[in-house]
């Protein structure tokens, strides 16, 4: 943590505050303290519910992959950066193999629904495929 204040310190402008749920006191040059405060990022897990119909060549494998995929396309968001759930279509179709049916998603390990995920300026998206619920229709 003394690393993220001590960058800080050496790249804001001088006198300005500094905001955050972690403060850090550094030194300048001259031995005096600045407490300088920043947040870390918290992690927010997110789950997905997919229903699929699926078609000529589909396998178990295919499934497990769109969850991976699914997984990997949320991980891959910054932090405070938020997602519309018609936009995690796009990772989770990307086989000729299946349709989506339904969709829905949530955060906090809340029952997936039709909602969009807002974060926080310092909450950053954290998704394993453990957490996509995929049922297969045929």
């Not at 927010?44 to 396309?73: E, K, M, P």
């Not at 949320?74 to 759930?85: E, R, S, V």
């Amino acid at each position: 943590q003394t690393v993220i204040a001590t960058t800080i310190a050496n790249k804001k402008t001088p006198g300005s505050a500094t905001f955050g749920t972690t403060t850090v006191s550094v030194i300048d040059p001259y031995g005096v303290a600045h407490p300088l405060k920043f947040s870390r990022p918290i992690e927010v897990q997110i789950t997905y519910a997919l229903t699929i119909r699926a078609v000529a060549g589909f396998t178990t494998t295919i499934q497990a992959t769109i969850a991976q995929s699914l997984s990997d396309w949320t991980n891959a968001f910054g932090i405070g950066i938020g997602f519309t759930m018609t936009d995690a279509y796009i990772p989770a179709k990307w086989s000729n193999t299946f349709h989506i049916v339904s969709l829905a998603v949530a955060r906090d390990l809340n029952p997936p629904g039709p909602a969009d995920i807002v974060m926080a300026y310092n909450e950053a998206p954290l998704c394993d495929p453990s957490y996509i619920s995929i049922t297969v229709t045929t």
